[in-house]
């Protein structure tokens, strides 16, 4: 069932200063003191010399931004660049050491999904506990209750008068989520949080996000999924060293992320894609992701059946797992997204050691251009994931068909003269 | 299905766009008195979720306390003080109260280390909601120990309600200034945890909760150390609540006085200490 998401009209602001939304962070350094060997007791910190103790590291170095309401921004780096820190800065959860930032209007983070959940207490009573902690009124959250429960599933609906301690940690992150995604912030603040649950929980996510997004809620995520980024955010911040490297919008900002990360591995061969994250409990593993063409010709052109071939090697003993595979358009749009649990196909039972080889048949009804490939195997219900390549294939769609867009819908064109009345 | 309801914020858009004042002033923290309500109630909910006795426990703690002193005392030491049950309890409720606050609160930043790294909300709602919640039980045993006077006919503490009700004000306020002062220095020294259990115990004991304040023959306690007793300031509150509910007479000036000072005097320290240091707990915890 897709629910109805509930749009509240945005007042247009006819205020003084700034408008609800609005973030501004201008020259912001971050200092972090790193203990050689942590000291926290009275003995070490009286103690122990000066010059052993701290060792200054500096997160953030200097780095401006300014976020007008209704922005979305995706921060980009490395581990260690100090994209955190800089949406813990804008959270308020970290004061500068130096430099300034105002954020105007209500702030909610999403750090961690259920963070100050209660194990004691009920679902029921942890939703108005962590509506209040993330700053919004016991009013508010009576509005949006029915949406947010009904939104985490049947599951946690009638598990929601019971302690969440004995949630399942899908259920406890569903509840999670769906809290901090019904409260509609002027600015909202993510950190690698998307990724969970099953597929169909994931969309529904984004659902809801993109549609916090189109209500002009300004939006800062940090995620290792490039796609996600760049089909969410508009604008991209590159940071690299606590420094900003590169600014633009999201798709630029990725693509020279990409090649960058490319370069650092020592040159990507041509046609060779450079895959995404690659995670799951390793229960089944996937590799020797590739394409078969059709042989008449080289590449793909548009209407060409190709097939997604992996192979799939079992880790232990599995049932009916999942196999699907995801094909996205090279800026992220989501083309194409299917697997053997939405298709009904039954996939056996699979041993330690076995090996099969999945095929995902497709008619590349493509316009030419580069799409990406993502594919996964998951538990027999989805739920779990043993193995996901993020675009673990790329490749270019070629050919004379002339048209834009992303798909060919093909078909002729027929223009023929109408008799004409009256003449 | 009915219509889906719109989530309407609970606020009209204000007129002035409010830079978000996380600088921890009392203004933010009025507006953060639900968020301080709930985790209130979360303390309270949660200290006796899984007991069969639940919140009784609140009741039955200082009874029990009281049952073994005055069983002691009336027994082994003989002490020479009048109705010894209602002279221990008048001292022994405020004492549990301030040394419960205090001592739960220590642990409140570092315990919710998760929230703090997490969410920014005003810090300092979270010593207050210990000493709130233990507030309620203070509360709670003051109305079973009235509602006791009262069954052995003793109504005169009506009278007094006024100097109790200052009391209790006095006593939270002194119970806050230092919970948030541990609080604090709690997040950047662990120690402080420890030290906490041996120092309230030598605090009970610093506290004429077990023995008269009065030097006399029938009192083994040294006329020196009682003065010293005389400058611990709980021993202020607790002649504040004993004047009102055992002795039945208004407070002397100048406990009066000496009590409203130690109040304002600890809540600003603990106030300006837990807001100096709170910008940097996220990174300690």
Same mark, same amino acid.
């Given at each position: 069932m897709m629910e109805e998401i509930a749009r509240p009209e945005k007042a247009a602001y006819t205020g003084v200063g700034p408008a609800p939304g609005t973030v501004a962070v201008d020259g912001v350094w971050e200092s972090f003191k790193i203990y050689s060997e942590r000291a926290e007791g009275i003995r070490d910190r009286?103690?122990?010399?000066?010059?052993?103790?701290?060792?200054?590291?500096?997160?953030?170095? *200097?780095?401006?931004?300014?976020?007008?309401?209704?922005?979305?921004?995706?921060?980009?780096?490395?581990?260690?660049?100090?994209?955190?820190? #800089?949406?813990?800065?804008?959270?308020?959860?970290?004061?500068?050491?130096?430099?300034?930032?105002?954020?105007?209007?209500?702030?909610?983070?999403?750090?961690?999904? *259920? &963070? +100050?959940?209660? +194990?004691?207490?009920?679902?029921? %009573?942890?939703?108005?506990?962590?509506?209040?902690?993330? *700053?919004?009124?016991?009013?508010?959250?009576d509005l949006v209750f029915d949406d947010m429960v009904s939104f985490a599933g049947p599951q946690v609906s009638e598990a929601i008068d019971r302690a969440v301690r004995t949630y399942s940690s899908g259920m406890y992150l569903r509840l999670g989520f769906a809290v901090a995604v019904h409260l509609q912030p002027d600015v909202l603040i993510i950190d690698e949080v998307l990724a969970v649950g099953d597929a169909m929980f994931q969309k529904q996510c984004f659902d809801r996000i993109h549609e916090l997004k189109r209500n002009g809620v300004t939006i800062a995520v940090v995620s290792h999924d490039l796609?996600?980024?760049?089909?969410?955010?508009?604008? +991209?911040?590159?940071?690299?060293?606590?420094?900003?490297?590169? %600014?633009?919008?999201?798709?630029?900002?990725?693509?020279r992320y990409r090649q960058h990360i490319v370069e650092l591995q020592g040159g990507g061969e041509v046609g060779k894609w450079e895959g995404g994250a690659i995670y799951g409990n390793g229960a089944m593993t996937i590799?020797?992701?590739?394409?078969?063409?059709?042989?008449?010709?080289?590449?793909?052109?548009?209407?060409?059946?190709?097939?997604?071939?992996?192979?799939?090697?079992?880790? %232990?003993?599995?049932?009916?797992?999942?196999?699907?595979?995801?094909?996205? &358009?090279?800026?992220?749009?989501?083309?194409?997204?299917?697997?053997?649990?939405?298709?009904?196909?039954?996939?056996?039972?699979?041993?330690?050691?076995?090996?099969?080889?999945?095929?995902?048949a497709i008619d590349a009804n493509l316009l030419p251009g580069r799409y990406v490939c993502t594919v996964a195997a998951s538990r027999s219900d989805g739920k779990q994931v043993y193995d996901w390549h993020t675009d673990a294939l790329g490749f270019d769609v070629v050919g004379d068909f002339i048209a834009n867009g992303l798909v060919a819908l093909a078909g002729e064109i027929s223009v023929v003269p109408s008799p004409v009345v009256g003449r | 299905m009915s219509a889906p309801t719109l989530p309407l914020p609970d606020v009209p858009p204000s007129p002035v766009s409010v830079d978000s004042e996380r600088n921890g002033n009392v203004r933010e923290l009025i507006a953060s008195k639900e968020l301080l309500r709930n985790l209130t109630i979360r303390e309270l909910k949660v200290r006796y979720k899984r007991s069969a006795l639940g919140f009784l426990w609140t009741l039955l703690n200082? #009874?029990?306390?009281?049952?073994?002193?005055?069983?002691?005392?009336?027994?082994?030491?003989?002490?020479?003080?009048?109705?010894?049950?209602?002279?221990?309890?008048?001292?022994?409720?405020?004492?549990?109260?301030?040394? &419960?606050?205090?001592?739960?609160?220590?642990?409140?930043?570092?315990?919710?280390?998760?929230?703090?790294?997490?969410?920014?909300?005003p810090r300092s709602v979270l010593p207050l909601a210990v000493v709130f919640s233990q507030l309620v039980h203070l509360g709670l045993g003051l109305g079973v120990l009235l509602v006791a006077l009262s069954a052995t006919g003793e109504f005169r503490w009506i009278q007094y309600l006024p100097a109790l009700l200052f009391a209790l004000v006095l006593l939270a306020m002194f119970s806050t200034g230092l919970a948030m002062l541990l609080a604090a220095a709690n997040a950047f020294v662990r120690d402080i945890q420890e030290f906490t259990t041996v120092a309230f115990?030598?605090?009970?004991?610093?506290?004429?909760?077990?023995?008269?304040?009065? &030097?006399?023959?029938?009192?083994?306690?040294?006329?020196?150390?009682?003065?010293?007793?005389?400058?611990?300031?709980?021993?202020?509150?607790?002649?504040?609540?004993?004047?009102?509910?055992?002795?039945?007479?208004?407070?002397?000036?100048?406990?009066? *006085?000496?009590?409203?000072f130690s109040s304002v005097a600890m809540l600003a320290i603990g106030w300006t200490v837990f807001h100096r240091l709170s910008p940097r707990f996220a990174k300690e915890v």
């Open positions: 009286l103690f122990a010399g000066r010059k052993n103790v701290a060792e200054e590291f500096w997160a953030l170095q *200097g780095v401006s931004l300014t976020l007008e309401p209704g922005d979305t921004i995706a921060l980009i780096g490395e581990n260690g660049s100090g994209k955190s820190t #800089l949406l813990k800065v804008i959270a308020g959860i970290l004061p500068p050491t130096r430099g300034t930032v105002h954020t105007y209007g209500r702030t909610a983070s999403m750090l961690e999904l *259920g &963070a +100050g959940f209660h +194990g004691d207490l009920t679902g029921r %009573e942890n939703v108005y506990l962590n509506g209040s902690i993330l *700053g919004f009124s016991q009013s508010y959250v796609d996600t980024l760049s089909s969410l955010c508009e604008r +991209g911040l590159w940071l690299e060293k606590g420094g900003v490297r590169h %600014e633009g919008t999201a798709i630029d900002v990725v693509d590799d020797n992701v590739h394409l078969i063409t059709d042989e008449s010709h080289d590449g793909v052109t548009t209407g060409d059946r190709v097939v997604i071939q992996f192979d799939v090697t079992a880790t %232990e003993h599995v049932e009916n797992p999942v196999f699907g595979m995801i094909v996205r &358009a090279n800026d992220g749009t989501y083309l194409y997204d299917t697997n053997t649990l939405w298709r009904r196909q039954h996939t056996g039972s699979f041993d330690e050691g076995d090996v099969a080889s999945v095929g995902f | 200082p #009874l029990m306390m009281m049952a073994v002193f005055t069983a002691i005392f009336s027994t082994v030491f003989k002490s020479s003080i009048d109705r010894f049950w209602l002279y221990f309890l008048t001292g022994y409720l405020p004492f549990a109260f301030f040394q &419960a606050s205090a001592q739960v609160a220590t642990g409140s930043i570092v315990g919710n280390a998760n929230l703090v790294r997490k969410v920014y909300f115990l030598l605090w009970f004991y610093a506290t004429p909760i077990i023995y008269p304040l009065e &030097a006399g023959s029938d009192n083994p306690i040294p006329a020196t150390v009682l003065n010293a007793v005389r400058l611990n300031p709980i021993t202020q509150y607790v002649q504040l609540f004993r004047s009102a509910l055992y002795e039945f007479r208004w407070p002397g000036l100048p406990t009066l *006085g000496a009590a409203t």
